[in-house]
Every structure is written in structure tokens, then in C-alpha cells.
């Protein structure tokens, strides 16, 4: 894990209002929903999904044998704590009679599967070629926080079929020495995409993946806090304590250790 130090918080880009996409509270830009699936120019699929925390070579997909039309995928996260590692599995593909799906073009990284379909007409029909969303995907709409009058909820991860499924929440894990690590769900933004800002108060944090994909409207950012009364020693400021951070699978991991401890 990295260091870090206080940062001038100018280089944070000003965002108005706090309006969080319901698939991830700490969102506050970008395209939203644990999976999107858009068709191109060539009529290809092109199907977005958060998986944080599975590695770039963790995840699996094959496509349905018999009809041709469906594209199954699964991944696991990798943690020490095996109780609390999350398992992904889940399903898109084509919602019509006359197409079958004739290959996948997969890509994982920093905790977000992509995904390039191809298929081929094989008869004819009247309708519009169309593709279908799981019917447990979710809303992932947007609300406003600043707003009384929307009562909100965070989306459960639909793909989580072990594990946590909120993804609101961030695990927490307090060791012997006195140190706590928190962890965050921040989907396609890498370890040089984040910025992380103690104050005597709190835990700030701050990710964009400034890497656009090809198919992205825009990039995403994130931004969230933890209260330091939650993570600091009894009676020792916040900033007297060594911090560090690091990022992996699209997961931010944040340890705060006091004075003292074994913070390597």
C-alpha cells in the first residue's frame, strides 16, 4: 500500500448536488447500472458488467450450446477472507428468434467485464433484432440525497450469487495491532485513477477512470468518506495516524494504522 498525504482538494473537479446512481452510493457520474448492453453500428452487442473485485483473468463465459443465444459468465474475488469474497454468475444475450450469437470478444479489467457480441441472422423475421436485459438487473436509476422528499435505496449486486450483496457496503476489518482496513466498490477506475483525502475528521476519496473506453458514453467518478471517529485509536487524531492505500479489480482498500503499529 501507498501513503498518502493531504492533497489540495482544487484538484477535485466541482460536481453540483449529490446525485448517486442507486447501483452504487459512492457514484456520481457516468454511465449507471451494474450492466449495460447497447447495440453498435454493426449491430454487435456491447455489454458492460461490474464485477469489482474479480481478477483480469478471473472471470469465465461461454455461450449456450443449444440455442446459441445466450452468453453465461462467473468470476469469483480473491480475498484472504474467504467468508466474505464475493461469487458472480450471471447471463445476457439475444431476446429474438432469428439471431444466434456466433462469438464473444471478453475483457476484464479493474473489476469490470466487457463484452463484444456478435451474432448472424439465421431467419427471417419482421420485427427489429432486439437483446434482453435479465429481468433482475435493477433499476439503477439516479436520486438526488439533498432531496427530502425521495426516499432511496441502494440496489442489491444481482450477479452476487455468494458474499455481500449490497453495493453500498464496504467491508471493514480491524487487526491486532489496532489497524482498520476499509474497502470500496469503485468499478473501472485503477490505483492511478484515485486520490485519497485525510482530514482531522474524516477519510475522503476521490476515482475517475480517465481511461474511456471505446463503447462508453464518458468516463465515472466516484467519491465517498469514512467518518474518522470510526477508524481512529481511542483518543488519537485522525491525522496522527499512518494511512495508506491501494486499489486492485476495481476495489479501493484503505488501512489506517496508529502510532506505533506495523503499518508495512
Known sequence: MAQTRVLDMSRVPFIPGRIHATNNEYQRYGPK?????????NDNLYVRVDLP?????GVRHRVDSVRQKVVFFSGEETLSDKKNAREYAGTAGLGCDCCEITGVD????????RMIVSRVKVKD???KCTHFLPPNTGKSGRYNMDDMNIMAEVEDHPFVVKG???SDHYSTQRRGDGSVCVSFDLPGVCSD???VLPNENEVKFYGENKEVYE??????????AVNGAYLCAPGVPLLSHHIAWDAEFGV????????GSNSD
Open 53 to 57: 473485485g474479480v481478477p483480469d483473468d
Open 125 to 127: 423475421h419482421d420485427n
Open 106 to 113: 471478453a475483457k476484464m479489467k479493474d473489476g469490470v467485464l
Open 33 to 41: 447500472g451494474f450492466m449495460e448492453i447497447k447495440i453498435l453500428e
Open 215 to 224: 463503447h462508453d458514453e464518458s468516463c465515472r467518478i466516484f467519491m465517498g
Open 252 to 259: 479501493l482498500k484503505v488501512r489506517i494504522s496508529p502510532p
Open 193 to 195: 485513477d484515485i486520490l
Open 164 to 166: 455481500p450483496k449490497r
